[in-house]
């Protein structure tokens, strides 16, 4: 079981940047990890991930995020970082950390197996 508990958000404005984080209650070192986003109205949707360690720590990116965005994990601390910069109005959103037991990732949300419970992010036009 993982628990993972995600903080960082806030309000900013466009051309801004915030980094959030995603403290994992065990060991995720080899899980497939991610970050997702949900803004009023619309689906959860693939913001970027990072696969486990052991096979390499290969990234990916929705392209609405690249270059902007950079996903990156803290081993020793159990923490997985979203960098976030030159933000703009359209990526407000909830932001969630997700892992899944599985080292390699996916951009499907249905693959994750745990979830935390989210943080705003607000972006200011």
């Known amino acids: 079981q993982v628990h993972l508990v995600e903080s960082g958000g806030g309000y900013v404005q466009t051309g801004g940047s915030l980094r959030l984080s995603c403290a994992a209650s065990g060991r995720t070192t080899n899980n497939g990890m991610a970050w997702f986003r949900q803004a009023p109205g619309k689906e959860r949707e693939f913001v970027a991930a990072?696969?486990?360690?052991?096979?390499?720590?290969?990234?990916d990116y929705a392209d609405s995020v690249k270059g902007r965005f950079t996903i990156s994990r803290d081993n020793a601390q159990n923490t997985v970082y979203l960098q976030m910069n030159s933000l703009k109005p359209e990526d407000t959103a909830v932001y969630y950390c997700?892992?899944?037991?599985?080292?390699?990732?996916?951009?499907?949300?249905?693959?994750?197996?745990?979830w935390g419970q989210g943080t705003q992010v607000t972006v200011s036009s």
């Open positions: 990072r696969a486990g360690t052991w096979i390499g720590g290969n990234t």
């Open positions: 997700a892992a899944r037991s599985s080292p390699f990732i996916t951009r499907a949300r249905s693959e994750y197996d745990y």
